[in-house]
């Protein structure tokens, strides 16, 4: 038998891959020194890959999917269950609205017996700028618009 | 992976199919790291791996109810990691190439008696060798020689039949001998 391609060398490896093929290579490694050679290279270097190291930096995934202390799942949850969640606070929510509500009403409310309410103050009170000095004097009558000076 | 751990895995599923986030969370913490070490050699790319990873996790929560207890749950997750990886390496077209040395726990230099290859040097090799193959070749390679997956359950995840896997592991082993003596 010649010798075998490499990819045949590196098949007889398998226990999976049985048959008289497998046995015409065994035979054949152990009277051809090249083959045993390679075979041996073959064999190091899957040793070698099984033995690589862990590449470091791996996520901690499981920190998401770990419950919390009470139970509560931390995963993440769908639109629904979030909309759900929510509707839970809607009474508080809705008490709250109504008594500021309520709070604004009953300070425009109006009691009846109550203290007269007192107009806003007049413009008027600007007079102090009009043009009567202080005192009501008038330079000339018709200057001074006012009753007052009229009299 | 033994008998009872893969009975282990698939009870925790079964109990996080029924909506039991404990047991999702100690799948999760079970398997995060063989997923990155898979994904982080694939992609040849820490970051993405990393949120690859986080996405394989996202998804397979999202679909544990669909789980059954037919497919082992390491196949199961694993062909949702592969099928996110290839979806980037598809729209990626290209990834980064960084560096996987960084942060690497490098094993003792010193040659052991049993001719494994052991030193740093030898790491950074293979390493270096597997991120030159190509990536149908290296996602095999990994799931056989690293997770060290039965050939029925590479299968399962990659989507091939057994036939393929048998000829492409072949093949792939080949490919990167003949990059570690170029």
Not at chain 1, 19 to 30: F, M, T, Y
Not at chain 1, 88 to 113: C, E, N, Q, Y
Request: hydrophobic letters at 45%.
């Amino acid at each position: 038998m010649p010798c075998p391609r490499t990819v045949l060398l590196c098949a007889s490896l398998d226990p999976e891959w049985t048959g008289r093929r497998r046995e015409l290579i065994q035979a054949h490694v152990a009277a051809c020194p090249v083959c045993a050679a390679e075979l041996r290279a073959i064999r190091a270097m899957t040793a070698g890959l099984k033995a690589l190291p862990d590449p470091g930096g791996s996520p901690d995934v499981s920190r998401a999917w770990h419950p919390a202390p009470a139970g509560r799942r931390k995963a993440p949850a769908s639109f629904g269950d979030a909309v759900r969640s929510w509707l839970g606070w809607l009474p508080a929510a809705m008490a709250v609205t109504a008594s500021l509500a309520a709070g604004i009403g009953l300070a425009d409310w109006s009691w009846p017996g109550g203290p007269p309410v007192r107009p806003e103050a007049p413009m008027a009170r600007l007079d102090a700028f009009g043009p009567v000095p202080p005192g009501g004097l008038c330079a000339a009558a018709g200057l001074c618009g006012t009753p007052k000076e009229n009299t | 992976m033994d008998a009872e751990a893969e009975l282990e895995d698939d009870r925790q599923a079964v109990r996080a199919s029924a909506g039991d986030a404990r047991a999702y969370a100690w799948l999760v913490a079970r398997h995060q790291g063989a997923v990155y070490r898979y994904l982080v050699r694939l992609t040849q790319a820490p970051e993405i791996a990393r949120e690859l990873t986080q996405d394989t996790f996202l998804h397979a929560y999202q679909a544990i109810r669909t789980w059954r207890p037919e497919a082992r749950f390491r196949t199961w997750l694993f062909r949702i990691a592969h099928n996110l990886a290839l979806d980037h390496l598809r729209r990626a077209g290209r990834v980064r190439m960084e560096p996987l040395e960084s942060g690497m726990d490098v094993p003792d230099p010193a040659p052991g008696p049993d001719g494994r290859l052991e030193t740093a040097q030898k790491v950074r090799q293979l390493e270096q060798a597997l991120a030159a193959i190509a990536p149908a070749h290296r996602e095999i390679l990994l799931l056989r020689e690293i997770e060290d997956m039965s050939y029925e359950d590479i299968a399962r995840t990659l989507n091939l039949n057994l036939g393929t896997v048998r000829s492409r592991i072949a093949r792939a082993r080949a490919a990167l001998l003949a990059v570690l003596r170029a």
